[in-house]
């Protein structure tokens, strides 16, 4: 079984977009989440608004950031990822002043018309821990029937929850006690149950 194959680097803004159904809070429970992809990925005016921030925001970084997107670099210090919720809202989180950061915001995006949310960890931080995840799976001194390599079915910043999600078919003390000891041991990680994507 090839580790890399499994691992699975969601870009920013897809994560957001399919994310946001999965809010507790503010689910759209009788709405599939086919139907809600759908929905968001429509060219009504706000949504072409949304993506129109989520550009003009990125390019601030970068102007080759599709590119780079992975790199942690890429990330300022007080950014802690940006989403769409429930309501079409673009949704920017921030670490630090609130405030300093609303203004310097409003000043990239050239409007007012975005939500804030307070955050603890960076965007910088999340990559950083899929960059030492990334880094153990790629590397071909460990072996295939390693505990976490045959359980791992995918990890993903998520921007929303402010963590990094680790997916595993099998949770259990062995395969997290082998991952914090052989790959991180960052508070930023969670551990779910996950199923490996079938690779057609």
């Known amino acids: 079984m090839k580790k890399s194959a499994y691992y699975l680097i969601l870009s920013l803004f897809f994560i957001a977009l399919v994310g946001c159904n999965n809010q507790s809070n503010s689910k759209k429970s009788d709405q599939s989440p086919e139907e809600y992809s759908e929905d968001i990925n429509s060219a009504s005016p ?117 963590r990094v999600k680790v997916l595993l078919t099998e949770i259990n003390d062995e395969v997290v006690n082998s991952f914090k000891k052989e790959i991180t041991n960052s508070p930023l990680i969670v551990f779910e149950q996950g199923e490996i994507p079938e690779m057609y």
């Open 46 to 162: 706000q949504n072409i608004n949304v993506i129109e921030l989520h550009d003009k925001l990125m390019s601030s970084f970068s102007e080759d950031w599709i590119e780079r997107e992975s790199d942690p670099e890429l990330y300022p210090e007080y950014y802690g990822g940006s989403f769409v919720d429930n309501n079409g809202d673009f949704v920017i989180a921030v670490t630090g002043d609130v405030d300093k950061n609303r203004e310097y915001l409003k000043d990239i995006l050239e409007t007012d018309n975005f939500k804030m949310e307070i955050v603890r960890y960076s965007y910088r931080q999340m990559m950083r821990v899929m960059d030492d995840i990334d880094n153990f799976l790629v590397n071909s001194n460990i072996a295939d029937n390693h505990p976490v390599l045959e359980r791992f079915a995918g990890a993903y910043p998520d921007v929303m929850d402010n």
